[in-house]
Every structure is written in C-alpha cells, then in structure tokens.
C-alpha cells in the first residue's frame, strides 16, 4: 500500500522593498522570504520541522537570491549618489576660493546639472553655499560642506579607480574655471580624494592632467 507522506517547504514573507536583479538587468521589487519545512500527508502540512534560511525573489522573473544582494546598490541609488557626492564636492571647491567667481559658478552648475539635476540653477546653488556656510564647524581641510565625507565615501563605493579620477578631475575643473588653483582648492582636492579612497599622489596626478587639458583647451 502506498502512504503519500513527505515533506513541503512553505514560504511567508517578512519584507520587501526595490533591489538590482541581476537576471532581469535592472530595478526591480522584491519579496523578502524565510520558509518552514513541514511534514505532509496527501499534500497537507502536518507539523513544522527545520526552518530554511532567508532569501530574495524577484517579483518580476522569479530569481532567488541571497539576502547579500541586497548590499548592491540600485541604479536610482546609484543617481542618488552621483549628485549628492557632485553637489557636496563642488560646493567644497567653491567655498576654497571661487564662491565669488562667475566662470567658478557656472563650471559647478553644468557640473551638477549632468550630474542629474537638470534644473539645477544659479539661485539653487546660492542658497546652497549660503546654507553650507551658515553650519561650517571645521576647518577647510577637513571639509567645508556638511555631509561632504559622507556623500562621496557612499558614492566611491560604486567606482573602480578610473571612475573615481572621472570624478576628481570633475570637481578639479570647478576650481580652474577662474585660474590656478589656490593652496586651499588643493587642499579640498585632497580631501575629496581621500574620500573616493585615493593617494595624494593619485589626486596630484589628476590635478596635472587636468590642468594641461586647461590650458590646451
């Protein structure tokens, strides 16, 4: 006589949110889920035995995944973190020496604007520096800008080493837009460079790449 007896994993879910399936190429929303073991009979859960570990599934496709995917950003994390480290470290620079200087201004703007704010103006990035100006408790080597080690630590995760001198060189041509850098606008380079995890001789080199594209162009 066959006895249909057996075991079925059951799952619930216990959160969810938005993470980067990597199957499906993209942002996609997630479910969260731990299971139970059970001991069936003619298909029916019985009692529970061991419990399984904690997984991800895609919403969309399906996929399981460990619960260290979280850990990866998401491409609108990633945006997030791009103008937010931009933002912080072009201000940095302005505040060294250029506030004052239109060609500064401006070179900051385009830089924040393809950074992903694309409405980003002149009277934003006024009240910025006023703001950032209004809370300074530290000296300028140590980071004018509140939030400005935090925002580029966070977004240097995401890079390997020549994306993070993309980035340096970026905010290196904020402060050439008005001349030679000042002692001071070296020194906010530095800091930004230490943020994205990079030598002070890396930072020195793209310094001198960045002025003789300068003064070519």
Known sequence: MLVNVGTRVYYRAIAGGVFHCERCGGDRAYRQRTGRRWASFLGLPLFPLDRTGEHLRCVACHTCYRVELLAVPTIEQMREAL??????????????????????????????????????????LENALGGAEDTLDGPLSCGPVPGLRSAVETFAIQLEMRAREWFLSGIVQVGLADGSLSAAERDVVGTVARHLGMSQAQANDVILHAEEAAQAG
Do not use: N, W
Request: glycine letters at 10%; aromatic letters at 2%; zero cysteines.
């Open 83 to 124: 103008l937010a480290a931009t933002t912080a470290a072009a201000l940095a620079m302005l505040h060294a020496g250029g506030s004052a200087s239109q060609a500064a201004r401006r070179q900051a703007v385009e830089l924040i604007t393809r950074a992903g704010s694309a409405q980003y103006g002149d009277p934003d």
